[in-house]
C-alpha cells in the first residue's frame, strides 16, 4: 500500500476487513453504505419509527438512534420490534456517550453500537496531566477492564461496533500526550481497537470525525497508516465531517471532508451530518457515493496518469505549496475568485449582481458599487469587452486573441491555449496573463505540456490554470501539481473545475470534491468554476457559482470571507429547536466575518465537538442554554428566551461584535 490508499493516480477502493451488521456486508469492496441518525426523543417510539422509516425510504441502509441512558437502550427493542412488525428489515445503531451500561444493553438488542472512546470511559475534566509510562500503562489497564464486558456481550449476540473518534472530545490522557492533534485521534481509537483484537473481536468499523474537513483527512489517513503498520489489515471506516451546519455551508463542507477520502478509495460507509431532518441528508450522500459507483468508478485514462514512485509533500500535513507572488495570487496571499461570465453574452452592470457587486445609480457620475465581502475577483467574459467603468477591485479575463485588441486598457488581462502560448513572446504578454494547461486529458500532449512548463520557469507574469475532463479529476490535477513541485516551478496555480452535471446539486458536489479535495493538499491559488454548455434552469445560477467558490475556500480555510457556524445535526438529546435557533444566530451574526460560533443541542456535542469555535452556544437542560468562549463556561443556565441576545451581548464583551451594515448589499 502506497502511504495511506491503494493508488494516487488511478481510482482503486482501499481493501479492508468484511464487517457484518445485521446481514448488510460493509468493506471488502461491498458498495459504500449510506446512514443517518435520528432527530427525535428516543422514548418517543412511534416519533422514532415514523422518522426512521422516511429515512430508509429516502434510502438510508443504516439509521443511528441515541440511546444517552439505560432507559432510552431499553426503548432500542420496543423500536426494533414496530419496525420489523412493519416490514422494515434495516440495522439500527445505538449512539453511546458516557454510558457503557447502556452500550451494553443496546449490544444485546440492536445489530450496532457506536461508542466514542474519547467519553466511554473516561470523564473529560479538561485537565493536563504529565503520565509516566507505568501511569499511562496503568490508564490502558483501566480502558482493557471497562471495554471488555461490552466486548465479550456484542460475541455473543453478533453485534457490531463503531468505534467513533471525534477531534472534540479526546480524553483527557489522549490531550496530555498527543495534544489536539489528528494523531491523537487515531492513538484514542487504536487504545480501544487493540483491546478488541485481544478479545479476538474484529467486527469493527471505525471513524475520525471532526468539523475540519482538514483535520478529519488527515486523522484518517493517519488512522489507515497505523493499522497498516500495526496488524497487517485496515477495518472498515466510516466518513463523515461532524457539526458540518446546514445548507449550503454543511453541504460543501461535508463534500469537501468526505469526498477527498472517497477519491482515493477510502471510506465504506458515509453520513452527512446537517442541521436539517435526518431524510434530507440521504440525497446528499447519494449524490456522493454515486460518483463511485460501479457503472461510474473512475476509469484509468488515455494517456495513463503517470505514477509517482516518492510524493514531494506530505499527506499528513499541511503546508501551501510556495509560489512566487504574481499580481493577487500566490505567496502568501488569500486565492482570488474567478467568476464566469462567458456564455452569458454581452457583460452589462447588471451582471455583476452574482458576482458580488451591486451598482448605485443615486451617483452616476461617480460609478459607486456596493461590494460584499465574497465578491469576485476577477471575472472571465471571454470574447466580451465591458463598456462602463467596473468597480476597482475588479478585473475582466479576456481570450487571448481578444485581449489583443485592447492590450492597452489596464482592466483586462489575458488567458491563453497552450498553443497561444507557445507562440507568444514574454515582451508581449508583459503583464499578469493565464495560462491554460490539461492535466492528462485525452487530448493531452506530453510534449506541448512539457513546453508550457518550461516556459513557465522563466516567465514571472504567468498564472498556470489547470483543468481536466477526466472523470478522476483530482488525482490528474494532482499529478500535475505533483510535476510542478518536482520541476520546482513555482507560477501560482487556479484550479478550474467545469460540471457536466445534471441538476445544481450534483454540481454543488462535484465543486466541492474537486477543488476542496486540492486545497485541503496545500495546493491551488485561485479558483474558478464553470458549467459547460448554455446556461439552464436547472443549472446553478451566478450568485450561487459565487457563493460555492467562496464556500470551498472558507471550508478548507483557505479564505475566511464571512461568518463559520459549527452546528450539529440534532438528534434525541437535543434540548431546543436546533434548526431554528441556529436560523435565528445566523441572522443576527452573519455579518461578523471570521467569527466561528458553535450551536449545539446538548452537553454531549457542546465543549468538546465545537472543537475549535471561538464562541458557543449548548442545550444545558430543558429552555436553558450555556454560553462558552472558546472551551471555557462564561454563562450558565440562561434562559432560552433571551440566551441569543446574551450571545451577542458576549460577543461585545469579546470585542469581536460590529454592528451590521443598514445599508442595503448584494
Known amino acids: 500500500m502506497q502511504l495511506y490508499c491503494e493508488s494516487l493516480t488511478q481510482y482503486k477502493r482501499l481493501k479492508t476487513r468484511l464487517v457484518n451488521v445485521g ?147 479526546l480524553s483527557d490522557r489522549i490531550m496530555s500526550r498527543y495534544g489536539d492533534t489528528p494523531m491523537g485521534m487515531v492513538e484514542s481509537a487504536m487504545e480501544f481497537l487493540r483491546v478488541a483484537r485481544d478479545e479476538n473481536y474484529h467486527n469493527i468499523v471505525l471513524s475520525m470525525k471532526s468539523s475540519n474537513p482538514l483535520v478529519m483527512v488527515q486523522a484518517y489517513r493517519l488512522l489507515i497508516q497505523q493499522m497498516d503498520q500495526e496488524f497487517g489489515e485496515i477495518y472498515p471506516l466510516h466518513l463523515g465531517v461532524t457539526e458540518a451546519g446546514d445548507g449550503e455551508d454543511g453541504r460543501i463542507k461535508s463534500a469537501i471532508g468526505i469526498g477527498t477520502l472517497l477519491e482515493d478509495g477510502i471510506g465504506d460507509t458515509i453520513r452527512v451530518s446537517l442541521t436539517e431532518d435526518p431524510e434530507f441528508e440521504i440525497p446528499v450522500c447519494k449524490n456522493l457515493v454515486q460518483r463511485y459507483a460501479e457503472e461510474n468508478q473512475h476509469k484509468t485514462v488515455v494517456p495513463a496518469i503517470p505514477s509517482v514512485e516518492k510524493l514531494p509533500y506530505s499527506p499528513f500535513t499541511y503546508q501551501r505549496r510556495k509560489t512566487k507572488a504574481v499580481g493577487n495570487f500566490g505567496y502568501r496571499q488569500v486565492p482570488p475568485v474567478i467568476l464566469d461570465l462567458s456564455k452569458f453574452g454581452p457583460v452589462q452592470r447588471e451582471s455583476l449582481l452574482g458576482a458580488g457587486y451591486k451598482y448605485n445609480p443615486s451617483n452616476v457620475s461617480a460609478g459607486k458599487w456596493n461590494i460584499a465581502d465574497a465578491a469576485a475577483d476577477y471575472i472571465y467574459t471571454g470574447k466580451h469587452t465591458v463598456d462602463f467603468l467596473l468597480p476597482g477591485t475588479l478585473k475582466v479575463i479576456l481570450d487571448y486573441s481578444t485581449w489583443l485588441e485592447h492590450k492597452d486598457e489596464p482592466q483586462y488581462t489575458p488567458i491563453l491555449t497552450e498553443d497561444e502560448y507557445s507562440r507568444a513572446s514574454l515582451e508581449q504578454l508583459s503583464a499578469l496573463h493565464f495560462v491554460m494547461l490539461d492535466c492528462f486529458s485525452t487530448t493531452y500532449h506530453q510534449d506541448r505540456a512539457a513546453g508550457v512548463l518550461e516556459k513557465c520557469k522563466t516567465d514571472p507574469q504567468a498564472v498556470l490554470c489547470l483543468s481536466t475532463t477526466n472523470k478522476n479529476a483530482v488525482q490528474s490535477i494532482r499529478r500535475m501539481f505533483m510535476e510542478l513541485l518536482m520541476q520546482e516551478i513555482t507560477n501560482p496555480v487556479v484550479i478550474i473545475c467545469d460540471s457536466k452535471k445534471a441538476t445544481s446539486e450534483e454540481s454543488l458536489i462535484q465543486f466541492a470534491v474537486e477543488c476542496g479535495a486540492l486545497f485541503l493538499e496545500g495546493m491551488g491559488d485561485g479558483i474558478s468554476l464553470g458549467q459547460t454548455g448554455e446556461p439552464t434552469a436547472q443549472q446553478l445560477d451566478l450568485k450561487t457559482m459565487n457563493s460555492i467558490s467562496f464556500g470551498i475556500l472558507q471550508a478548507t480555510r483557505t479564505r475566511i470571507s464571512k461568518t463559520e457556524y459549527i452546528s450539529c445535526p440534532s438528534c434525541g438529546r437535543t434540548l431546543f429547536n436546533l434548526q431554528e435557533t441556529t436560523a435565528m444566530i445566523r441572522a443576527k451574526t452573519n455579518h461578523l466575518k471570521g467569527v466561528k460560533i458553535a450551536v449545539m443541542g446538548c452537553i454531549v456535542n457542546g465543549p468538546g465537538e465545537m472543537a475549535d469555535a471561538d464562541f458557543g452556544y449548548v442545550g444545558s437542560g430543558v429552555g436553558k442554554i450555556t454560553l462558552y468562549k472558546g472551551k471555557e463556561v462564561v454563562k450558565r443556565q440562561i434562559d432560552a428566551a433571551v440566551a441569543v441576545e446574551e450571545l451577542i451581548n458576549l460577543l461585545k464583551e469579546n470585542n469581536v461584535w460590529v454592528e451590521p451594515e443598514l445599508s442595503e448589499t448584494p
Open 23 to 169: 446481514g448488510l456486508e460493509i468493506g471488502n469492496g461491498n458498495p459504500i453504505r449510506v446512514q443517518t441518525m435520528t432527530t427525535t426523543d428516543t422514548m418517543d417510539t412511534a416519533a422514532t419509527v415514523a422518522q426512521t422509516i422516511r429515512c430508509i425510504e429516502a434510502g438510508a441502509e443504516l439509521v443511528r438512534i441515541t440511546a444517552p441512558s439505560k432507559k432510552e437502550a431499553e426503548n432500542l427493542g420496543l423500536i426494533k420490534k414496530a419496525l420489523r412488525d412493519k416490514g422494515y428489515q434495516t440495522p439500527l445503531i445505538a449512539d453511546i456517550h458516557f454510558t457503557p451500561n447502556a452500550a451494553e444493553i443496546a449490544a444485546r438488542l440492536i445489530e450496532k453500537v457506536r461508542i466514542n472512546p474519547g467519553n466511554y470511559i473516561d470523564k473529560k475534566k479538561f485537565q493536563t496531566i504529565d503520565y509516566s509510562d507505568k501511569e499511562y500503562a496503568e490508564e490502558i489497564e483501566r480502558i482493557r477492564e471497562r471495554f471488555t464486558p461490552l466486548l465479550k456481550i456484542c460475541k455473543e449476540y453478533g453485534t457490531a461496533m463503531r468505534i467513533g473518534t471525534n477531534h472534540g472530545s
